[in-house]
Structures are given as structure tokens and as C-alpha cells.
């Protein structure tokens, strides 16, 4: 697994390439909970280069989504692969994370 941040406009994306695993869940909550100390409305997380993601995965895009909300902040999802898309759908989170376009930041 691979981890990059980037900013669109004055959005901060974290490009989360690979499997992401509890043996890497670790780096990523780390990565979100950073970028969550700025002061962005909103948080992306680019999923077009990410094949796979477990059940710990879910959960701790959960709970940074719980977070933001709390805060009155957004977690969004950028292209996710249909794979990751189905997991999301499959498991009703298609319901929590709003899906956007890098297009629509620019």
C-alpha cells in the first residue's frame, strides 16, 4: 500500500494506492487524523488505485467520517473501483460516503 496527500484547491486528498489491510490501517488513520488538524471542511480520500479493502478498512473510514460529521466536516470518496464500490454498496456504506469527481474540487 501506497499513501500520498495532495491538495485540490484547498481540499486535502489522501491518494491510498493497494490493499488496505489491518497490517495497514494503522498508517492511514494516522494520515486522515493529520489532515484532520487543518481546518478543510472537508476531507478526500482518492480510492482509484485501491484493489482491496477488509473489514478494518470500513471501519476506520467509519469512524474519521463519524468524526468530520461531529466536527460539522465532510469525508468524501473520490472514483472508487467498482470492487471498492460493490464493498461499499454491499455493506449500505454507500450511504455514509458522498462519491465525487476530482473535477467537481477544481
Given at each position: 500500500m501506497r499513501l500520498r496527500i495532495r491538495k485540490v484547491k484547498?481540499?486535502?486528498?489522501?491518494?491510498?494506492?493497494?490493499?488496505?489491510?489491518?497490517?495497514?490501517?494503522?498508517?492511514?488513520?494516522?494520515?486522515?487524523?493529520?489532515l484532520r488538524k487543518g481546518?478543510?471542511?472537508?476531507?478526500?480520500?482518492?480510492?482509484?488505485?485501491t484493489t482491496f479493502i477488509d473489514s478494518s478498512g470500513l471501519g476506520a473510514l467509519v469512524y474519521i467520517w463519524r468524526i468530520l460529521e461531529e466536527e460539522?466536516?465532510?469525508?468524501?470518496i473520490f472514483?472508487?473501483?467498482?470492487?471498492?464500490?460493490?464493498?461499499f454498496e454491499d455493506t449500505s456504506l454507500n450511504r455514509l460516503f458522498k462519491y465525487i469527481k476530482v473535477d467537481e474540487l477544481i
Open positions: 484547498l481540499t486535502p486528498v489522501l491518494e491510498v494506492s493497494g490493499e488496505v489491510t489491518c497490517k495497514n490501517i494503522n498508517k492511514i488513520t494516522s494520515k486522515l487524523n493529520a481546518d478543510s471542511k472537508m476531507i478526500a480520500i482518492d480510492l482509484n488505485r460539522h466536516r465532510h469525508l468524501v472514483n472508487p473501483l467498482d470492487s471498492i464500490r460493490d464493498i
